[in-house]
């Protein structure tokens, strides 16, 4: 279940009148292009949607995706700018990839293998679709890849294994979104605001594998996020069942890179957390130069006692520059909900 931001009553209202107007398929009319895999839309495959996308547009090009699953690797090209998918169901609009890193892939280039969903445009944005690689524990496999600026995705799922998300360069956005896996599954160079969402780890691993630039001031951000762990009976990486009440542990990230920014502010974190929280990467180096920081973290796995002294406990004061205002501006001043 996603985990959602308290709404009041006059923008429950306004999201519903929102969605009223663009959700049934009688008003498909006002999308650019529909996709229905069974003919009943403009394009029956995405890919074949985004190519009709203009170049460089200076509005947006929305694209209105039908419940169903879509096989196979899609690609935004750096210069459809301005693209917006929205689909028709969170759970039931898939788009899916079975295959990682490592497995042969014909006409994909190397840096673009094991990707479900790669996105080089800049001013992306979706809503209400589910992300997926199924290629499972062997190897990396990516449900999503970002790699424009100033993307956003909202009510939207991720799932993978291990580095289901990566996101680079840019500046991303996720609100009131579902993200599992495993080892690094979230990872990157990105400036990334994680908004509202749950982040699940499957059988403990690590969260995170942030590599973000030394002069960049802020990497994978988590505000009010809940982050969670598999459900009883623990399963373990095996397959077979634990000898405990106590679920896999998993650290909060661990430094792709030296100078890896992450931070959890006011997020909710389950008992599969563990004590010490982060994870050194087997290199005591890092412990000097990381930037890794909570600010009120709470439930059974928030122990800033038990903390790693290298990771920082934030004060009030520090804590309010952690804005999506603030931390995805930018020099052009993005504010990604406008």
């Known amino acids: 279940m996603i985990f959602r931001r308290p709404h009041s009553w006059l923008h429950c209202f306004l999201c519903f009148a929102s969605l009223a107007c663009?959700?049934?398929?009688?008003?498909?009319?006002?999308?650019?292009?529909?996709?229905?895999?069974?003919?009943?839309?403009?394009?029956?495959?995405?890919?074949?949607?985004?190519?009709?996308?203009p170049e460089n547009g200076s509005r947006p090009f929305v694209i209105f995706i039908k419940r169903g699953t879509?096989?196979?690797?899609?690609?935004?090209?750096?210069?459809k700018k301005k693209l917006r998918l929205v689909g028709e169901d969170t759970e039931k609009t898939i788009i899916t990839y079975a295959l990682n890193q490592n497995e042969p892939a014909e006409g994909v280039p190397d840096k673009l293998k094991g990707n479900a969903m790669v996105i080089l445009g800049d001013?992306?944005?979706?809503?209400?679709?589910t992300f997926q690689n199924t290629s499972g524990d062997h190897g990396q496999a990516q449900a999503l890849h970002t790699l424009g600026d100033r993307e956003l995705f909202n009510d939207c799922r991720i799932l993978g294994w291990q580095d289901t998300l990566r996101t680079d360069g840019g500046r991303d956005y996720f609100t009131n979104c579902y993200l599992e896996g495993r080892v690094d599954f979230i990872y990157g160079s990105a400036t990334a605001v994680f908004d509202h969402c749950e982040i699940r780890s499957k059988n403990g691993g690590h969260v995170t594998a942030a590599n973000t630039p030394h002069d960049q001031p802020y990497g994978l951000v988590f505000l009010h996020c809940k982050l969670t762990?598999?459900?009883?009976?623990?399963?373990?990486?095996?397959?077979?069942?634990?000898?405990?009440?106590?679920p896999p542990q998993a650290d909060l990230g661990r430094p792709w890179?030296?100078?890896?920014?992450?931070?959890?502010?006011?997020?909710?974190?389950?008992?599969?957390?563990?004590?010490?929280g982060w994870n050194n990467w087997r290199n005591p180096d890092n412990e000097k130069t990381v930037r890794y920081a909570e600010y009120q973290s709470s439930g059974s796995g928030a122990n800033p006692e038990k903390r790693f002294k290298w990771a920082k406990q934030l004060t009030d004061e520090e804590a309010k520059a952690y804005t999506v205002e603030n931390i995805l501006k930018g020099s052009d001043g993005w504010k990604p909900m406008e």
Not at 123 to 129: G, L, P, T, V
Request: glycine share 6%.
């Open 22 to 53: 663009v959700a049934p398929l009688a008003a498909a009319t006002n999308y650019d292009a529909v996709v229905a895999a069974d003919g009943s839309g403009t394009q029956t495959n995405l890919q074949s949607a985004i190519e009709a996308a």
């Open 70 to 79: 879509y096989q196979g690797q899609i690609i935004v090209p750096k210069e």
């Open 123 to 129: 001013d992306f944005r979706a809503d209400h679709i």
């Open 229 to 246: 762990g598999n459900p009883k009976p623990w399963i373990s990486p095996e397959g077979k069942p634990a000898n405990s009440n106590q």
């Open 257 to 276: 890179r030296p100078y890896a920014s992450v931070a959890y502010l006011q997020c909710e974190m389950g008992a599969h957390i563990k004590p010490e």
